[in-house]
């Protein structure tokens, strides 16, 4: 088992930043990708942003220039630094990694519960 833990969620003025952190533990022989996902209300689960074992990053447009990814290959740890943030950043940010649990066994997606980040404009 695998599990994702977030923290760093909450509320923020327009302009502002926030950083959200996410802890995989459990059975974890390797995390080829960690991300972080958002889903606003009335719409579909979004990418924000990814980052392989070898630190080569994606980033959705609309938040490139602002949000900066970050993991932590020893510790198994993503980070989500997130500036100049907008009203529209608004939503439940989830947790996201790609983990074999074992040499040879493939990998599979797991997520974590989810953190609220509100901007307030």
């Known amino acids: 088992q695998v599990q994702l833990v977030e923290s760093g969620g909450g509320l923020v003025q327009a302009g502002g930043s926030l950083r959200l952190s996410c802890a995989a533990s459990?059975?974890?022989?390797?995390?080829?990708?960690m991300g972080w996902y958002r889903q606003a209300p009335g719409k579909p689960r979004e990418l924000v942003a990814s980052?392989?074992?070898?630190?080569?990053?994606n980033y959705a447009d609309s938040v490139k220039g602002r949000f900066t990814i970050s993991r932590d290959n020893a510790k198994n740890t993503v980070s989500l630094q997130m500036n100049s943030l907008k009203s529209e950043d608004t939503a439940v940010y989830y947790c996201?990694?790609?983990?074999?649990?074992?040499?040879?066994?493939?990998?599979?997606?797991?997520w974590g519960q989810g953190t609220q980040v509100t901007v307030s404009s």
């Open positions: 980052i392989t074992s070898g630190h080569m990053t």
């Open positions: 996201n990694a790609l983990v074999a649990t074992a040499r040879w066994v493939p990998t599979r997606e797991y």
């Open positions: 459990g059975s974890i022989f390797s995390i080829t990708v």
